[in-house]
């Protein structure tokens, strides 16, 4: 029986692509950087951000990596009026599957400092027992974020699971003996998340509660 579910933040919990996507293109406008596609910047959703930016720019310095790190949080923070919205259910579940019992953590690429914003304006902040961001321990999908959830809250491996949208969520997962839950329709393509087995493939926030009422008996 599962009784603690991690939930990646961006493209899983929250519909923030767009957001991410004009962020980093008016950040690399600034630094007279060639500003990468939709699809190159899907692609690094779910990284810390120092990673995305190494991943986006390689080559560039580690100053100039600092100095980008601090426009795109004035972009996603402040500047950029692009919508993030929560995913149809979300916030309805979340408090269900708590309700029920189970525990909630959030193991995500964003900064704390981003992460306790978007959780004050939700009011989601207090169904989470626990959180990690990439900021105050290793980036996905090195195993680190999700063994100290799993140390804080005294659950074992094999009874938690980590739900996200893209590969990084899933290999982490998956090296820290975590099962996984593909999320369709965040920044991934499903097919990039299967390799890692995931024990079940949902395609709308509602059906993980769904999936797992009906293994109660």
């Not at 993030?84 to 525990?103: C, H, I, N, Q, V």
């Not at 704390?112 to 207090?126: A, I, K």
């Not at 969520?169 to 839950?181: F, K, Q, T, W, Y």
């Not at 393509?189 to 079940?200: A, E, G, Q, T």
Request: charged share 25%; glycine share 8%.
């Amino acid at each position: 029986m599962y009784q603690l579910l991690i939930f990646d933040w961006d493209g899983t919990v929250i519909d923030s692509a767009a957001r991410i996507v004009s962020s980093v293109q008016s950040t690399a406008t600034d630094f007279s950087l060639e500003p990468p596609g939709v699809d190159a910047i899907h692609n690094i959703i779910g990284l810390g951000l120092p990673e995305a930016i190494r991943t986006l720019f390689p080559g560039i310095s580690e100053s100039l990596v600092d100095g980008m790190r601090e426009r795109y949080a004035h972009y996603y923070l402040n500047a950029d009026a692009t919508p993030a919205t929560l995913f149809p259910g979300a916030r309805e579940s979340l408090s269900s599957l708590r309700d029920k019992g189970f525990r909630l953590a959030v193991a995500t690429g964003k900064s704390r400092r981003g992460l306790d914003r978007v959780l004050e304006e939700t009011g989601l902040g207090p169904l989470f027992e626990i959180t990690r961001c990439a900021d105050e321990t290793t980036s996905k999908p090195h195993p680190q974020m999700l063994h100290e959830i799993l140390h804080v809250t005294g659950v074992e491996a094999a009874a938690a699971l980590m739900v996200g949208d893209t590969e990084y969520d899933l290999e982490m997962g998956a090296r820290a003996g975590v099962s996984g839950v593909a999320v369709s329709y965040g920044a991934h393509h499903i097919s990039r998340l299967r390799p890692y087995n995931p024990v079940l493939e949902i395609d709308h926030f509602l059906e993980l509660e769904r999936w797992l009422d009906s293994r109660i008996v």
